[in-house]
Every structure is written in structure tokens, then in C-alpha cells.
């Protein structure tokens, strides 16, 4: 039996030629233009999407500030204990040159003001200068990758009753607009060597039973955000995420989506959607088609949340498929940030951060192979059999095909074979970490 095993794995791991890609590539291709689907066309087009991936998950959110004490971590919760968590900069950053090599297409990378390098000396996270990220821009230059950026508003003993900007403690207030001035500083260095540098604020302020005062938080969270984004900074892309609830938080969430929705409405920045901060039954792919009517740009957080907001690695499900076809149907790409939003201790994590991007690049070019027109007229003209079947055989075109050929465009491995350099890459480095 574990012969068996060993040898399917060895089966599932196998490369691909390149003339077994060309091949079935070729066949996919001709069975995608019958239905009016240019496959060249979709490959290109998911590839150059920018998928913007989150250092967080390589340390399971720990941060490299030298701090003093424990403090609660605002509801976040990395669980399980797999061997290879990263413990520095350098870590992560040769972690993710890893990880890098088996995603195809273009990526980012999204750093929390929690991942400053002070050179061990404690700076106070409303005193951080761009000086402080110079070895993750450095690093991002010479990999041409873009950068965006995070206030950390959590896992601070400046966290106050479990309130930050929304405070009733002016001192606490005025340090978290601090922070977030800060932060926009370090996102403009970033955003003048990279480009527009997204720049989400994320609070973790809400109270656990019974509020009584749902009033004044949100009065306050107002007051404190306008003093953040009164000027602009060029180039800093500014952004808000809502949140559901949290754990210590189930009642009241200060920054709800409606919240966040209206703000962003009004003040002309971006509002951020993560997967997990919604209903379970919730669709946030039907939320595109709605906000952006109103708001010029969207941020997406893309997370697997079960059950809750548990931040599984993101796997194509149908809710990211859905998102993706949406995203595509809307032609709404240009007016969409991608981002991925979650954080696994229990399995190797460079592995975490691979099968998270690979399956949103390979929902995305699902979504681009759809031949919707064909859709659309079946739905405009009140054929709902037609429809119907016609969505299902969506599931039956050759999507696999098309994927391998455009991991081989990208030059990375097709299929899982990038698995066995997981493997090895976790013998030689991560199983030796502490
Ligand atoms: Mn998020």
C-alpha cells in the first residue's frame, strides 16, 4: 500500500513536456475558438493580472518588531504548529523568492508596518520612516516586484478596551492617526520607486457583548479617518476594510461594511472586500456589480474562510470563481486590486503561499475563457434551459489545458511538480528552523 502511494505521488508530480503542453494546448485552443473563445488572448490577459501576496502568512502574523511583553493580537489567530514558521526579514524574503518561482504571472507583495527592520532598536510604530523598509524595497527592486502597505493596528498594547482609531482616550486616538501617517509616509517612498502602493487600514475595534454605545465609536472612527486621508499623498492608493466580527469582538465591529462602503463612497478612496469578513452564505462576488457603481475602485481581500473567518489558504472554490467572473463579466479588472488575505501554521507555508495564488491566477483565467455572450443571450432572451446547460458544460472544456500551457508561458511548473522543489526546499531549509 505505501508503494502505491509513493508511486501515484510520483505519477501526480511529474513535469509535463513541453510538447505534451503544446499539444493538448493545441487541441484546447480549437475546442475554445468553436464557442468564440480567443485562448491566446485569455492567457495573456490572467497572466498580466497583478496578484499582490501577503508576507504574513511566512511568520503566521508574528511581525519583526522588537517588542516588549504579550498583548492580545486583535482576534487574529494563526493555528497549528508546522515546522519552517520564518523568524526574520531575510527569512521571508528567501522564503518567498522560493515560492515565487512557482507562480505564474505577475505578482506583488503586500507588507505590514509590523515587518519594519529597525536594526534591533525598539521604534515605536508611530515613529516608523520609510528608512525602516529599506531592505524590503531593496529586495522588491531588484526582483521588480511591486509593494503595497499595511497599518498594523492590532497586537499593540496601545490597542485599547480592544479600540484603536475609534477610542474614546483621545491619547489613543491620536497615536493611531499617528500610525496611519506615518504609514502613508513609507507608502509614498514606496509608491515613488514602485508605483501606486495600496495602502488598506484594517482595525480590529469592536466590543464583545451587548453594546449599548454603537454610536460614538463610529462618530469618532469618522473623525479619526478624515484627519488620516485629509492630504493626499501621490501615488499612496488608500483603502478601508470592513470586518463582520471578531474573537472578543462578536457583537460590535466599529468598521462594518456598510460603514466602510459609505465612507469610501463618500471620501473617494478604495473600500476593501475580504472574503471572510461576511456572512458565510454571503456572496461577496455579487457585491462587485453593486459597489462599483458607486465607488471608482475596489480592493479584494481573497480568503477561505469555513465556517467563519478562519483564513484557510484560498483554493479555487466557487465563491472565488465567482468573484473572478464577475470581476471579468463587469470588465472591471482595471478597476480591481488583488490581494490575498490569509494565514496556515499547520502546513508548510511557502506552499501556502502557492497554492493561494496559483488557484486565483487559475480563476481567473477560467473566468476569461468564458464565453459569456453565449450566456448572456440565453438569459436575455428567456432561454433558462439553454442557460443552464450551457453554464454546465463550462465545467467540461479543457481549462486544464489552457493552464498548463500558461504556467508554461510563465515558466513555471505545470501541474503539482513544483512539489518535489517543495519538498526539498522544506529538508534543506525550513525543517531546520526553530
Ligand atoms: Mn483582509
Not at 227 to 251: H, M
Not at 281 to 289: F, G, N, R
Amino acid at each position: 500500500m505505501a508503494r502505491m502511494t509513493a508511486t501515484t505521488l510520483r505519477g501526480a508530480t511529474r513535469p509535463l513536456t513541453a510538447r505534451q503542453v503544446e499539444a493538448a494546448y493545441k487541441i484546447a485552443k480549437e475546442r475554445f475558438a468553436a464557442i468564440g473563445v480567443d485562448t491566446d488572448r485569455a492567457v495573456r490577459a490572467a497572466l498580466a493580472v497583478p496578484i499582490s501576496v501577503q508576507c504574513w502568512q511566512a511568520d503566521d502574523v508574528r511581525g519583526l518588531e522588537v517588542v516588549e511583553g504579550a498583548f492580545d493580537a486583535g482576534g487574529l489567530q494563526a493555528t497549528g504548529d508546522y515546522p519552517g514558521a520564518a523568524r526574520s526579514g531575510d527569512e521571508i524574503r528567501r522564503d518567498f523568492d522560493h515560492a515565487a518561482r512557482w507562480i505564474p504571472g505577475k505578482v506583488r507583495f503586500n507588507i505590514h508596518a509590523m515587518y519594519a527592520e529597525t536594526g534591533g532598536k525598539r521604534v515605536e510604530r508611530d515613529e516608523l520612516e520609510p528608512a525602516h523598509f529599506s531592505r524590503w524595497m531593496d529586495w522588491a527592486a531588484e526582483r521588480r516586484l511591486g509593494l503595497d502597505f499595511n497599518p498594523t493596528c492590532f497586537g499593540h498594547p496601545m490597542v485599547m478596551d480592544g479600540l484603536t482609531l475609534s477610542s474614546p482616550r483621545k491619547a489613543v486616538r491620536e497615536f493611531w492617526i499617528r500610525h496611519c501617517l506615518a504609514c502613508r509616509r513609507v507608502a509614498r517612498h514606496m509608491a515613488r520607486r514602485f508605483g501606486p502602493c495600496v495602502t488598506n487600514i484594517w482595525i480590529p475595534d469592536g466590543r464583545k457583548d451587548s453594546t449599548v454605545d454603537r454610536w460614538g465609536p463610529r462618530q469618532r472612527l469618522v473623525e479619526s479617518l478624515d484627519r488620516v486621508l485629509a492630504r493626499r499623498q501621490p501615488g499612496v492608493v488608500d483603502s478601508v476594510e470592513s470586518k463582520l466580527f471578531g474573537i472578543g469582538c462578536e457583537d460590535y465591529t466599529v468598521g462594518s461594511h456598510e460603514f466602510y462602503l459609505a465612507y469610501a463612497a463618500t471620501r473617494g478612496v478604495v473600500v476593501c472586500f475580504d472574503m471572510g469578513h461576511f456572512h458565510p452564505t454571503e456572496s461577496v462576488a455579487d457585491k462587485l456589480s453593486s459597489a462599483l457603481q458607486f465607488v471608482d475602485r475596489l480592493l479584494l481581500h481573497v480568503s477561505r474562510g469555513v465556517r467563519w473567518d478562519s483564513d484557510h489558504v484560498v483554493r479555487a472554490t466557487d465563491e472565488v470563481e465567482a468573484v473572478c467572473d464577475e470581476a471579468v463579466r463587469g470588465k472591471a479588472l482595471g478597476r480591481i486590486y488583488w490581494a490575498m488575505d490569509y494565514f496556515d501554521a499547520s502546513i508548510n507555508r511557502v506552499g501556502a503561499w502557492v497554492i493561494g495564488a496559483r488557484a486565483l491566477r487559475k480563476a481567473l483565467l477560467r473566468a476569461m475563457l468564458e464565453p459569456w455572450e453565449l450566456h448572456r443571450r440565453a438569459e436575455y432572451e428567456g432561454r433558462g434551459a439553454d442557460k443552464l446547460a450551457l453554464l454546465e458544460r463550462r465545467d467540461e472544456m479543457p481549462l486544464g489545458a489552457v493552464w498548463d500551457y500558461a504556467c508554461h508561458r510563465a515558466d513555471v511548473p505545470t501541474g503539482a511538480s513544483w512539489l518535489r522543489d517543495l519538498a526539498s526546499y522544506e529538508k534543506r531549509v525550513l525543517s531546520r528552523r526553530e
